[in-house]
């Protein structure tokens, strides 16, 4: 089994994705409040890269239906349902309900992966499920971390190198890395006993912690909560 | 001081050079070569990006005056004085010359920072006369590693963390760090005690040795050979 994961968050090249499993992260907070609002009963996700699509997606379904989530630079969006802290996401607001979801890094992270053969949204929240997912899968794995607005992201990061060590520590074929999977492993095993360290060292944790979110790092920072595994296909992510 | 360090080696926005010490690494093996040479003697060192350039730029000097050096995967380029090995620029080839070096990463690198306020090669061989230059230069620093074929480099990355390293260590005013320089400080932290290690896990340090040159892995991974200061202006690199 071949792991490569990728520093920032330009498209791939869809060679590096067809006939592999493709993880996205986007910890704070994206995938983790996928992650959530689907262990609240949320009957599927549809990530979109504009709010404007956010709208107009919306019109097409009846308002009770839909909830329309999300963020930019952290802030919440006029007109939207709910922001993009997990807490929001809470049963009474999304079972049975459709989620269409835009944020400023992790939504459009999904659909510039889309030639992936299998595309999973991972957080610390699942992480465990996810390994299992691809050690199952028999297939290559391509790690994509949504980044930073375009830039390297810590956490994103460290759930890779998560996924990395969880991985080669399980498969009983060869594992082959890249210098970027190593060097994800490495930074993992740097802050495995204190994720919460890294969150606050982090240029997105810090901001977050600025806007009054500093729940949410100690909430996405939580290992194993859910064996979810959300798959997005055709647009839409709904539980494995 | 504000530190980045860019992972993947597409060309950075112009906004992000302007100002700054920008710090070209290829350690595997062009800014080695490049430091080497010029402890031997070499005059001055034009790095370009294509054979087809460094072929029409030696011929615009008397052939005794001239080098041209480098390689193309690892390879020797056929028509070329020296490869990119750093054991192959002896005095007795470069002293009083001009050396015209293309390679597969590292040259190219130098043109894609071009809008940097000024800009050095860095290696293990001059890591502590680099971080010297950026502490007086009272200027934010951007550490550019050129690659590997595109792809992140361990070893580059681990010389950046060592820049970082030391900046930090004696830099009197505030250090910024993001979440890239952060990382790229603490996978040096992990190596730093056993840098070779580290050059046989990359893929191109393996690449090396497979291609007989596990002398130059040893010979690169040398620190504080030299207090030379290689500056690349208008084209052309020269001892500051």
Redesign the interface.
């Known amino acids: 089994m071949h792991i490569d994961i990728q520093?920032?968050p330009?498209p791939p090249h869809a060679n590096l994705l067809s006939d592999r499993v493709v993880v996205v992260m986007d910890i704070l907070r994206a995938t983790s409040v996928i992650v959530h609002a689907m262990t609240q009963g949320a009957s599927e996700i549809i990530p979109l890269a504009t709010v404007e699509e956010a709208f107009r997606m919306a019109k097409a379904f009846p308002r009770a239906f839909v909830i329309l989530g999300g963020e930019r630079k952290n802030k919440e969006i006029p007109g939207f349902d709910l922001g993009n802290s997990p807490k929001e996401y809470t049963a009474e607001r999304v079972k049975g309900k459709k989620l269409i979801l835009t944020t400023t890094n992790g939504t459009r992270a999904f659909h510039a992966v889309s030639p992936g053969k299998e595309i999973l949204a991972g957080s610390f929240l699942n992480i465990g499920a996810i390994a299992q997912r691809c050690l199952e899968s028999n297939r290559d794995v391509f790690i994509f971390p949504s980044g930073?607005e375009g830039?390297?992201?810590?956490e994103d990061?460290l759930c890779g190198g998560m996924l990395i060590d969880l991985i080669t520590k399980k498969e009983t074929r060869q594992v082959s890395l890249?210098?970027?999977s190593?060097?994800a492993q490495?930074?993992y095993q740097?802050f495995k006993d204190n994720l919460s360290e890294a969150f606050h060292?982090?240029?997105?944790g810090n901001e977050l912690v600025n806007r009054g979110f500093e729940d949410d790092l100690a909430y996405c920072a939580q290992i194993d909560m859910t064996p979810l595994v959300p798959v997005f296909r055709e647009g839409v992510i709904r539980a494995k």
């Open positions: 520093f920032l330009s930073d830039n390297f992201s810590l990061t890249t210098d970027a190593y060097s490495i930074l740097r060292l982090s240029r997105h």
